[in-house]
DNA sequence: TTCCAGGCAGTGA
DNA sequence: TCACTGCATGGA
C-alpha cells in the first residue's frame, strides 16, 4: 500500500459512522467501494496506509474524499461555542465529514428512509451484490455500488425484491430522473440545491440535507434526524415540539458556517453514549 | 414478541 | 398549515 503522512483522522468514527454506508472493517483495515472504485485505508502511527482499485495509486481522488485540503483546527476553532460541543469534539476526536460520490449518496439516503443504519448498510450490499460490478482485492471480492445505468434497467418490482420496500419506488423514480437529467450543482445556494433535491420523490428535508452535507459540501446545515433532534431537545433543551427548518435555522445561527461539522461529532457523541448506556 | 429505525407522501380537518 | 397514517424491513 501508499504510505503518507496524516494526522487529525479518526477512520472508526468517519468511515463507520452515520454519514457513509460503504465501508467495512476487516482485520483492522478499511475497504469502501464506490460506483467505479474499491479503497482500502489502514492508520498506524500516524501514517495513513491507502491504495484504490482497480485504478491503483489514485491519490487525487482520495485527497478530495477525505477532505485532506481543510484546514482542520479551524474548524474546530469555529464551531467550539460550548462545553457541550467540546466534549463531543474531545470524546470523539479528528472525525472528518466526507465528500462523497453524488449519485451514490442521494441513493443510498433514499434507501436509508425509516431504518436503522445497520439495516441501510445490509441493503445497499445486497443491492450491490446483485447488481453492482465486482472487483478482487487482497483475494476477496468486493461489490461496487450499482451504477445509475445499471439501475435505471432494473424494474420496480424487482428493486423491491432486495429489502427496501416501500422505499423501491423512490429509488426507480430517482434513478429514472438521473438518468435523464444532468442536475449540476455548480453556483448554486444552498436553498437552490435543496429545492432540486426535494423535487425528488422520497427526498424530503432530512435527505436532502444529507445530501448537501456528505456530498455537495454545504456546511452550513446539518442533517436534523432522530439523533440531530436528540441533540437539540436533550443538551440544548429546545422544545421537542419545534419543526425542522426552524431547527434547521437554530443549527445554522449557533454554529454558522460550519455547522455540518458541529452537527457530526454531536450526532457521534450521543450515539456513541447511548450505546454506552 | 415488541419496539424502533439518519422519513416520506397522502389525506383530511 | 398541521396532525395523523400507511408504508416494508431488519435489528435489538
Keep these: 500500500m501508499n504510505r503518507t503522512n496524516i494526522s487529525n483522522f479518526n477512520l472508526e468514527f468517519t468511515l463507520l459512522g452515520g454519514q457513509a454506508f460503504n465501508w467495512d472493517k476487516i482485520d483492522g483495515i478499511f475497504y469502501g467501494f464506490t460506483q467505479d472504485k474499491v479503497i482500502k485505508l489502514q492508520e498506524k502511527n500516524n501514517q495513513l496506509y491507502w491504495q484504490t482499485y482497480p485504478e491503483k495509486d489514485n491519490w487525487e481522488f482520495l485527497r478530495t474524499y477525505l477532505q485532506l485540503d481543510l484546514n482542520y483546527q479551524n474548524i474546530l476553532n469555529k464551531i467550539n461555542k460550548d462545553e457541550t460541543i467540546l466534549k463531543a469534539i474531545n470524546s470523539i476526536p479528528f472525525v472528518r465529514l466526507l465528500k462523497q460520490d453524488f449519485e451514490q449518496t442521494l441513493l443510498s439516503f433514499i434507501l436509508s428512509s425509516h431504518k436503522n443504519i445497520k439495516a441501510v448498510r445490509k441493503c445497499i450490499r445486497d443491492l450491490s451484490k446483485k447488481y453492482g460490478n465486482s ?64 423535487a425528488l420523490n422520497g427526498v424530503g428535508d432530512k435527505i436532502a440535507d444529507c445530501v448537501l452535507v456528505f456530498s455537495l459540501g454545504y456546511y452550513t446545515v446539518t442533517p436534523i434526524d432522530i439523533w440531530g433532534k436528540r441533540v437539540l431537545t436533550d443538551l440544548y433543551k429546545l422544545d421537542a415540539k419545534l419543526k425542522y427548518p426552524i431547527l434547521r435555522e437554530w443549527y445554522k445561527n449557533y454554529f454558522g458556517e460550519h455547522t455540518a461539522w458541529a452537527g457530526q461529532f454531536l450526532f457521534e457523541y450521543l450515539r456513541l453514549n447511548y450505546k454506552i448506556k
Design 135 to 198: 472487483i478482487k482485492v487482497d483475494g476477496d471480492t468486493f461489490y461496487l455500488f450499482p451504477t445509475t445505468e445499471k439501475l435505471n434497467t432494473i424494474n420496480e418490482s424487482e428493486l423491491k425484491q432486495s429489502g427496501m420496500g416501500f422505499r423501491s419506488v423512490y429509488l426507480k423514480n430517482a434513478v429514472t430522473y438521473l438518468s435523464q437529467n444532468k442536475i449540476d450543482f455548480t453556483n448554486k445556494t444552498e436553498e437552490e440545491a435543496r429545492e432540486t433535491l426535494l
